[in-house]
């Protein structure tokens, strides 16, 4: 079935990581989570899906990770049809989703763990990803003895552990305190520069969205769908300060009104 | 080190001495009451017998005339291997409805029923099938042991972490690895609370089967020095389980914290320490 649509599509899936066209979404066979959703990501873009709970962001998501299938119209990664989790392909979530009986350590080495035995290497390089993102002292920390950003901190060294080049982030900082969220924030930005990777980021915070994308997906609710694409011109690398300036505020104002639209 | 404390107790060191002190106190004062009372005659010594006759018991029961150990060793035998099969089936079976949604389906009558029948109820009815022996008393002890590890491990399982679960399965894990990896040591803490559950009660269990079906075991000694109102001895018996369930207790305390180390923030920086060495050898 894939392969038909993908065969009608049409579109060149060459240059593109990943390439939805009409892009549905039904649970129970009657709710419509996402409708409809045709877009683009190209390589190394960081792209921000952002919109209210019941906007289909998590369900696009979700299909992307292969976690679950899409209704109908084709949804390709790297030029295959989405169907099941894929090792290029990393997710995670807004809870830490650590396990409480591994140290920080263990839990960083869960991907490579499940696919093979791990080898010093492997520890090296988990122990790298720990420096990176700010865990040096807590590697053989557990995790209830970290605070909910380390923890986050520590899911995100996990993400980066499985080597894949999407990276799919499901309102990852959410649920910290305003201040833990700005500063993962800016590492966030500074890693994925760091290692180049396609990144799709689901958040409800319209400054965080454009702050961090090249490329922000507004989505409205009922149905679930992509109302706008807007591309985010700013340079990078990107400082805090660029949220007080007028452009960016401009383009906050361009984003709610998208939403408005729609409302009416 | 220690030649530093000793100048002065430290305020908390007083305290716990202090604390000592009273109860201790307390514990004597009731004692030499009780016996006061007996050697009186304000309380019949019959049937309340003085302390220093339930110590005297002791001496007879376990040294002298030495008759408490083979009954003791019955029922440890009893307990524990009830407790062991029990919980061993209890786990076993909620693993399979906890896996299988039909399976689940279908059991769901006869665990209500079981729910609701008092085990220890079943005694007299098992006690007619298997006759007078230890298999009676076996069964008994398993049927007692069998319930909370099962509905306990069952619950865990129903109740794992689907955001856990998720992750699993965007790492591209199998069936297996889900199971092994997360939802058991996940329902672990759920599991070790049904596996303490069944030991708190199989030493109940196995006490009412030898009150109605055994002719050996602590059961059987309790209820026979009670009936010829040999009350020091009685005393001294059932104090003798007192501790063993003491003993039991602590033991399934200790399992529990090492099993699940990381609620217990001692065991945990134990286990921190090891896995830092393994990784490090590496």
Redesign the interface.
């Known amino acids: 079935m894939y392969h038909e649509t993908r065969a009608a599509d049409g579109a060149d899936p060459g240059g593109a990581v990943i390439l939805g066209h009409g892009v549905s979404k039904l649970f129970g066979g009657t709710v419509v989570a996402l409708e409809g959703a045709t877009f683009t990501v190209k390589p190394r873009q960081f792209i921000s899906l952002v919109g209210p709970s019941g906007c289909g962001k998590s369900t696009l998501l ?1 299909m992307i ?3 679950i299938e899409p209704s109908s119209g084709s949804l390709h990664v790297h030029g295959d049809p989405v169907g ?4 290029d ?3 995670m ?1 807004q ?1 830490p ?1 650590l ?3 591994r ?1 920080v ?2 839990n960083v080495l ?2 490579t763990e ?2 093979r035995k ?3 290497a492997d ?1 090296d390089h988990a122990l790298e990803l720990i420096e990176l993102v700010g865990l040096k002292d807590f590697a ?3 995790p ?2 970290l605070s909910g950003g380390m923890q986050q901190r520590a899911s995100l060294a996990r993400l980066l552990q ?1 080597g894949a080049d999407v990276l799919l982030l499901d309102e990852p900082f959410g649920a910290l305190d305003e201040f833990t969220r700005e500063r993962l924030n800016l590492e966030l930005l500074r890693i994925v520069a760091q290692f180049g990777r396609t990144t799709l980021f689901v958040t409800h915070n319209i400054q965080e969205a454009i702050f961090l994308a090249d490329e922000v997906f507004v989505m409205t609710p009922r149905p679930g769908r992509i109302a706008g694409i807007v591309e985010v011109p700013f340079e990078r690398p990107r400082d805090i300060s660029l949220m007080q300036t007028v452009p960016f505020n401009e383009m906050v104002a361009e984003v709610r009104g998208i939403f408005d639209r729609d409302n009416k | 080190m220690s030649d530093e404390s000793i100048p002065g107790l430290s305020a908390e060191d007083g305290l716990t001495w202090r604390r000592v002190f009273n109860h201790l106190a307390i514990l004597v004062a009731f004692l030499t009451v009780w016996e006061m009372l007996t050697v009186t005659g304000i309380a019949d010594e019959l049937l309340y017998p003085r302390p220093t006759l339930i110590i005297y018991s002791f001496y007879s029961l376990f040294i002298d005339q030495g008759i408490v150990w083979r009954h003791l060793w019955i029922t440890m035998a009893t307990v524990l291997s009830g407790f062991v099969v029990g919980t061993i089936l209890g786990i076993s079976l909620a693993v399979v409805a906890g896996l299988s949604e039909t399976a689940r389906r279908y059991m769901k009558p006869y665990i209500i029923v079981l729910e609701a029948t008092p085990r220890i109820a079943i005694g007299p009815l098992m006690l007619a099938w298997l006759g007078f022996g230890f298999e009676a008393k076996l069964a008994i002890v398993t049927l007692v042991c069998f319930f909370a590890p099962f509905i306990n491990t069952l619950t865990g399982f129903l109740s794992a ?1 689907e ?2 679960i ?8 199998s069936k297996w ?1 889900i199971l092994t ?2 939802m058991v ?2 329902a ?1 803490p759920l599991i070790m609370a049904g596996i303490r559950l069944a030991m708190a009660s199989a030493l109940g269990g196995a006490l009412v089967a030898e009150f109605i079906s055994s002719n050996e075991g602590m059961g059987v000694l309790l209820n026979n020095l009670a009936a010829v109102l040999q009350m020091s001895a009685a005393f001294a018996a059932l104090l003798t389980l007192t501790v063993l369930g003491f003993f039991l207790y602590r033991i399934m305390e200790s399992l529990e914290s090492w099993i ?3 609620h217990h923030d001692d065991s ?1 920086r134990r286990v ?2 090891k ?2 060495t393994y ?1 490090s050898k ?1």
């Open positions: 979700r990770a292969g976690l099941k989790p894929r090792r392909v990393g997710m979530f809870r989703t396990m409480a009986w140290t350590l263990e869960l991907p499940l696919v791990v080898t010093a520890r053989y920390a557990f209830s003895q499985t | 972490d955001d856990q998720e992750l699993m399965r965007s790492l591209g894990a690895q990896k997360a040591p996940d672990m699940i180390f990381w945990m921190a320490r896995r830092q990784w590496l």
